[in-house]
Nanobody
Framework: QGQPVESGGGLVQDGGSLRLSCRCP???????????WGWYRQAPGLLRELVAS???????KYADSVKDRFTMSRDYARKTVTLQMNSLKPEDTAVYYCQRHLGSQVDWGQGTQVTVSS
């Protein structure tokens, strides 16, 4: 199935926006549709935390800290999971990771850095 690959991180000012993408080019569509997905982040010195998740049934959940600012979605045709991040704050600065969960198998991307300057 291949490892998820994140992109879209970068440097943005306080209040700005970024769109992260997680692609799985080698995954077949039927498997993509069965996966649960999550976006996690890890700031220096802190534990990795769940930011948003979407189940195979399409149920989306958000951490309280990003609710009403971040939106997670799936694109079946492109086999891509995205995280639209608006109204970014300096405390959103972290490495963001995509997680794919299928049955007992969990796969992580390599991460993409998001830095929000004040």
């Amino acid at each position: 199935q291949g490892q998820p690959v994140e992109s879209g991180g970068g440097l943005v000012q306080d209040g700005g926006s970024l769109r992260l993408s997680c692609r799985c080019p080698r995954i077949i569509s039927s498997v993509f549709n069965q996966c649960d997905w999550g976006w996690y982040r890890q700031a220096p010195g802190l534990l990795r935390e769940l930011v948003a998740s979407i189940s195979s049934e399409g149920n989306v959940k958000y951490a309280d800290s990003v609710k009403d600012r971040f939106t997670m979605s799936r694109d079946y045709a492109r086999k891509t999971v995205t995280l639209q991040m608006n109204s970014l704050k300096p405390e959103d600065t972290a490495v963001y990771y995509c997680q794919r969960h299928l049955g007992s198998q969990v796969d992580w991307g390599q991460g993409t850095q998001v830095t929000v300057s004040s």
